[in-house]
Nanobody
Framework: VQLVESGGGSVQAGGSLRLSCEASEYTTRYHCMGWFRQGPGKEREGVAALDRDGTANYADSVKGRFTISKDNAKNTLYLQMNSLNAEDTAMYFC??????????????????????WGKGTLVTISS
């Protein structure tokens, strides 16, 4: 499985960005997928998860502002980010795992379970 993120950039606070993660064929259809981020001097954290059937879960810090989605025909995972603020500055990664369980309430466990990772795309928010 290969994952390639794109769409990062520098925007002002309050702005929006849409990240894309192009995956190997059938990945989005048959894998649990998620978006993660790692800010300067911070540990990697889970942002959003998407089950095979389309059920989404979000970290409290992004709930109501970010939306995870996928297009199985394009083998692409998306993260629409609105109302961005300085705390959202980070390298954003997408990841996938083929296990039966997806997000089960623990973002730490979700990160640990991910089998395949992209190299990331940088998002910088200026105030």
């Amino acid at each position: 499985v290969q994952l390639v993120e794109s769409g990062g950039g520098s925007v002002q606070a309050g702005g929006s960005l849409r990240l894309s993660c192009e995956a190997s064929e059938y990945t989005t259809r048959y894998h649990c997928m998620g978006w993660f981020r790692q800010g300067p001097g911070k540990e990697r954290e889970g942002v959003a998860a998407l089950d095979r059937d389309g059920t989404a879960n979000y970290a409290d810090s992004v709930k109501g502002r970010f939306t995870i989605s996928k297009d199985n025909a394009k083998n692409t995972l998306y993260l629409q980010m609105n109302s961005l603020n300085a705390e959202d500055t980070a390298m954003y990664f997408c990841a996938a795992e083929a296990g039966d369980d997806c997000y089960s309430g623990s973002w730490i466990e979700f990160i640990f379970n991910m089998e395949y990772w992209g190299k990331g795309t940088l998002v910088t928010i200026s105030s």
